[in-house]
């Protein structure tokens, strides 16, 4: 899945028939934009000019009429799958496409971290896979020239970190909690499943010996606290499913 994500000329993501919402988004991501191409030095750290385009945005005619609209859109069932972080972190370009809208990937994740630095800070409920997604893709971005040119990978993703980020996230086989995050972790890492096969008992308990190797710590004691699903496990390993 690493090959096929990262060497595509394009991928392009389907995210339903119903485009109602996402033509809101494609308004707000437009409007966050110009400001930023107005103000390039908003992301400085203290700058003033970061609160005057906080008001330019808020009280701008379209952040009020399309802001709650674009959130909706964040609740489609896309950003809440497992499967959907390599597909929107490997990529080099990206399209997404709803409905009769299209619009791409990274200017849209762009625009959302835009607000969140400059302190809009829009409500999380119902969004919160949204917003780990947009963490996930963006996380060095405003590092190296927002919006200009197409930036390398980053390869410091370590799978429990991915893991811990996911935990909420749906995924049709459960195995696939893993599975679905290998692809976006450097594989110099020597983070590697050699088969989808296997009792989701004996794939759960070898990734918790690789996490504690990878960490160096034994964080993954806390997270086998919590567990519910009925899958017998051995008490130091927790249940993603």
């Known amino acids: 899945m690493r090959d096929i994500y990262s ?30 191409r107005e103000n390039p030095s908003i992301f400085e750290a203290g700058h003033m000019q970061s609160i005057g385009s906080r008001n330019i945005i808020m009280n701008h005619v379209c952040f009020r009429e399309y802001a709650e609209a674009a959130q909706k ?10 499967w959907t972080f390599q597909e929107a972190f490997l990529a080099r370009d990206i399209d997404v496409v709803c409905g009769k809208t299209i619009f791409p990937w ?8 835009a607000l969140d630095r400059i302190g809009i800070k829009l409500p999380l409920k119902g969004i919160e896979s949204a917003k780990t997604l947009f963490a996930t893709c963006s996380w060095d971005w405003f590092e190296n020239e927002p ?3 197409s930036q390398a990978k980053p390869s410091g993703l370590r799978l429990s970190n991915l893991m811990r980020s996911t935990y909420t996230h749906k995924a049709s086989n459960d195995k696939d909690h893993i599975f679905g995050l290998l692809a976006m972790v450097d594989p110099r890492d020597g983070i590697t499943f050699t088969s989808h096969d296997g009792a989701i008992e004996e794939v759960y308990t070898r990734y918790a010996k690789l996490m504690i190797q990878d960490d160096g710590l034994l964080q993954i004691l806390s997270d086998a606290q919590n567990r519910d699903s009925g899958i017998l496990l051995p008490s130091w390993v927790p249940d993603v499913s």
């Open 106 to 113: 990274k200017p849209f994740v762009m625009s959302w971290g």
């Open 73 to 82: 859109f964040l609740e489609n069932e896309w950003f809440y799958r497992v």
């Open 147 to 149: 919006l200009l040119e």
């Open 7 to 36: 060497r595509a000329f394009k991928v392009i993501v389907w995210a339903g028939e119903n485009d109602e919402y996402a033509i809101s988004a494609t308004h707000l991501t437009g409007l966050v934009l110009a400001v930023i």
